[in-house]
């Protein structure tokens, strides 16, 4: 999992950017040991041992400009999930912070696979079930508005949703009822696929400081200490 790329003279220290010099060196050594893939794919590359599934939150405008260059140097597959809200808000102001429409739809589908992060970003836990419905239909009516084909997968905003059991189970539910196929928080371990939850699928966090060796010891145990 993955937000912000900028080169290390651009980049603050802050976990939710990666510097694209350790992204290259990462992105390096995944060419070599690994075959990254699109959510909408998973299901037919069984046969493929080393698969990863490289997830860009957020939309950032800085993904443009520095994640999708590296995408096709090295020819490698990742998906960014878009919370149409900051979009929105993003084409009101003159910072470019976040992608426009326009961009997102242009992006070679041949290496960006697009995918859902919610409407609002807001979160998922502390809200009700319905008005989670109504914010992630908002989040697929802006896309399909704009004529970005997405894949029905969701990252959920902080990922947070909820778990008391009953809330959980009406969430899951609700989720299956929007049609989304996969949904993925946080939680730092290596997940397989098929998945053992497809709701509650885990990623790894790499942080702005990860050197090359934690890089390679979080897809070894998805965490640095067992
Ligand atoms: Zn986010």
Not at 20 to 23: H, I, S, V, Y
Not at 107 to 123: G, K, M, Q, V
């Given at each position: 999992?993955?937000?912000?790329?900028?080169?290390?003279?651009?980049?603050?220290?802050d976990?939710?950017?990666?510097t694209?010099?350790?992204?290259e060196?990462?992105?390096?050594?995944?060419?070599?040991?690994f075959?990254?893939?699109?959510?909408?794919?998973?299901?037919?590359?069984?046969?493929?041992?080393?698969?990863?599934?490289?997830?860009?939150?957020?939309?950032?405008?800085?993904?443009?400009?520095?994640?999708?260059?590296?995408?096709?140097?090295?020819?490698?597959?990742?998906?960014?999930?878009?919370?149409?809200?900051?979009?929105?808000?993003?084409?009101?102001?003159?910072?470019?912070?976040?992608?426009?429409?326009?961009?997102i739809?242009?992006?070679?589908?041949?290496?960006?696979?697009?995918?859902?992060?919610?409407?609002?970003?807001?979160?998922?836990s502390?809200?009700?079930?319905?008005?989670?419905?109504?914010?992630?239909?908002?989040?697929?009516e802006?896309?399909?508005?704009?004529?970005?084909?997405?894949?029905?997968?969701?990252?959920y905003?902080?990922?947070?949703?909820?778990?008391?059991?009953?809330?959980k189970?009406?969430?899951?539910?609700?989720?299956?009822?929007?049609?989304?196929?996969?949904?993925?928080?946080?939680?730092?371990?290596?997940?397989?696929?098929?998945?053992?939850?497809?709701?509650?699928?885990?990623?790894?966090?790499?942080?702005?400081?990860?050197?090359?060796?934690i890089?390679?010891?979080?897809?070894?145990?998805?965490?640095l200490?067992?």
């Open positions: 999992m993955y937000h912000q790329v900028l080169p290390k003279e651009l980049a603050p220290k976990n939710l950017i990666v694209t010099e350790n992204l060196e990462q992105f390096i050594y995944i060419k070599n040991n075959t990254t893939l699109f959510f909408k794919e998973i299901h037919k590359e069984h046969h493929i041992s080393n698969k990863i599934i490289l997830t860009f939150d957020d939309g950032y405008y800085n993904n443009l400009e520095y994640l999708v260059p590296l995408l096709e140097k090295y020819q490698l597959k990742a998906t960014i999930f878009i919370p149409t809200e900051y979009i929105q808000n993003g084409m009101q102001s003159h910072e470019r912070n976040f992608m426009n429409f326009t961009e739809k242009s992006l070679n589908p041949e290496l960006i696979e697009i995918a859902l992060h919610s409407h609002s970003h807001r979160n998922y502390e809200m009700p079930i319905e008005e989670a419905r109504e914010d992630l239909k908002k989040n697929i802006i896309l399909k508005k704009n004529s970005i084909k997405f894949s029905s997968v969701l990252a905003p902080y990922g947070k949703f909820p778990r008391e059991k009953d809330k189970r009406a969430f899951f539910k609700m989720l299956e009822e929007s049609e989304i196929t996969a949904a993925l928080r946080i939680g730092n371990e290596i997940e397989s696929y098929p998945w053992k939850n497809k709701f509650e699928i885990k990623r790894i966090d790499i942080k702005y400081g990860d050197n090359i060796n890089f390679k010891w979080k897809l070894k145990l998805g965490k200490k067992l």
